[in-house]
C-alpha cells in the first residue's frame, strides 16, 4: 500500500516562502516519479512539478507558472520530496497534493497514487 506523509503547508505573505515535504512509502516498482499537484475548489487539478531519479529515466519538470519560483528536490531520507516554493503569489493559494506515479518494468503501465492535501494559502 503506497502511504504519505505531507507537512509543510500553511499561511504566508505574498513575496514568502514555504516548502513542502512528502515522505512516500510501500512503492514497489524501480520506475517512478514523484512530485505536487495543486487543485483549487471548482478547478482542475493541476501539476506543479515532478522528479524522477529512476535510472536512466532521470528528470524534473515545471509548469510555467511555478519555473524560476519553485524547487522540487529529493532528500536524504530515501523517497521523501520537497518543494521549495519562494515569491509565492496569491494566485498559489491552493491545495497541494503530494503524488506517486509508478510504472511497470516494461514502462507501458502506470498508476497513481496522491496524498491527502496541504493547504496553502497567499494573502496580504
Known amino acids: 500500500q503506497v502511504q504519505f506523509v505531507e507537512s509543510g503547508g500553511g499561511s504566508v505573505q505574498p513575496g514568502g516562502s514555504l516548502r513542502l515535504s512528502c515522505t512516500v512509502s510501500?512503492?514497489?516498482?524501480?520506475?517512478?516519479?514523484l512530485g505536487w499537484f495543486r487543485q483549487a475548489p471548482g478547478k482542475e487539478r493541476e501539476g506543479v512539478a515532478c522528479?524522477?531519479?529512476?535510472?536512466?529515466?532521470?528528470?524534473?519538470y515545471y509548469a510555467d507558472s511555478v519555473k524560476g519560483r519553485f524547487t522540487i528536490s529529493k532528500g536524504d531520507v530515501k523517497d521523501t520530496v520537497y518543494l521549495q516554493m519562494n515569491s509565492l503569489q496569491t494566485e498559489d493559494t491552493d491545495v497541494y497534493l503530494c503524488?506517486?506515479?509508478?510504472?511497470?518494468?516494461?514502462?507501458?503501465?502506470?498508476?497513481?497514487?496522491w496524498g491527502e492535501g496541504t493547504l496553502v494559502t497567499v494573502s496580504s
Open positions: 503524488n506517486a506515479n509508478l510504472w511497470t518494468r516494461d514502462l507501458r503501465v502506470s498508476r497513481n497514487f
Open positions: 510501500g512503492i514497489s516498482t524501480d520506475y517512478y516519479a
Open positions: 522528479i524522477s531519479t529512476s535510472s536512466p529515466y532521470t528528470y524534473t
